[in-house]
């Protein structure tokens, strides 16, 4: 039973436009909520996190909301870059629990 | 400093074989977690320790798989009688502090493949 689901598998965009991911989670009890970024071979890097309290987090480029009400979650990268290629994870957690669950991934291609 | 290591990157073993796969967090860090990721998938929880003591193991699939950090630091994930449903990217992760918005620093995985 998937909790956390990235339903676009990939997505292509051009160099300096903006890349939107897409996550939605099915647990209410999810309050904490982080996205990851995947080269080849290489673990998962930490990106951007955000708390249930707020709506909107900015960290440079990068930009998570959060509708809860939705249990919707999106990533904005602004500009996008050639370097931003990787697959991206959405993962949740409970602020309190040990347990991370990650979505399957979106593999972002940024074309020069 | 160094970041998460694992050993062995990849791993080729015959079905019915033992192995076992190696993390080493960052030093300090108090929380390990360690995850399975088949193809195509993202990481999924197998078990967490909180220094010495594993806090949860709800995420092993069988009793075949055993995962120790007795000293608190390096750990080792255990995996008896291969199965090819055991082939994966295992995943190892360390954070500083046991709970909360905690920030996981992953390694790069050990690539496991049961023939």
């Known amino acids: ?112 | 400093g160094a970041g998460v290591s694992q050993s062995p990157r990849y791993k080729v073993a015959k079905r019915g074989q033992d192995v076992a796969l190696r993390c080493d967090p960052i030093s300090g860090h108090v929380s390990l977690f360690w995850y399975q990721q088949a193809l195509g998938q993202g990481p999924e929880f197998l078990t967490y320790f909180q220094n010495e003591a594993q806090l949860d193991k709800s995420g092993l699939p069988s009793d075949r798989f055993f995962a120790e950090r007795p000293e608190g630091s390096v750990s080792t994930l255990k995996i008896q009688r291969t199965q090819q449903e055991d082939s994966a990217v295992y995943l190892c992760a360390s954070s500083l502090v046991s709970s909360g918005g905690n920030t996981q620093y992953f390694g790069p995985g050990t690539r496991l493949t049961v023939l």
């Not at chain 1, 676009?8 to 970024?37: A, H």
């Open chain 1, 1 to 112: 039973d998937q909790q956390v689901k990235q339903n676009s598998p990939s997505l292509s965009v051009q160099e300096g436009r903006i890349s939107i991911l897409n996550c939605d989670y099915t647990n209410s009890m999810f309050d904490y909520f982080l996205w990851y970024k995947k080269y080849p071979a290489e673990g998962p890097t930490f990106l951007i996190s955000i708390s249930s309290i707020k709506d909107k987090n900015e960290d440079g480029r990068f930009t998570v909301f959060l509708n809860k009400s939705a249990k919707h979650l999106s990533l904005h990268i602004v500009p996008s870059q050639p370097g931003d290629s990787a697959v991206y994870f959405c993962a949740a957690k409970r602020l309190n629990g040990n347990q991370f669950y990650f979505g399957t991934g979106t593999s972002l291609t940024v074309i020069p």
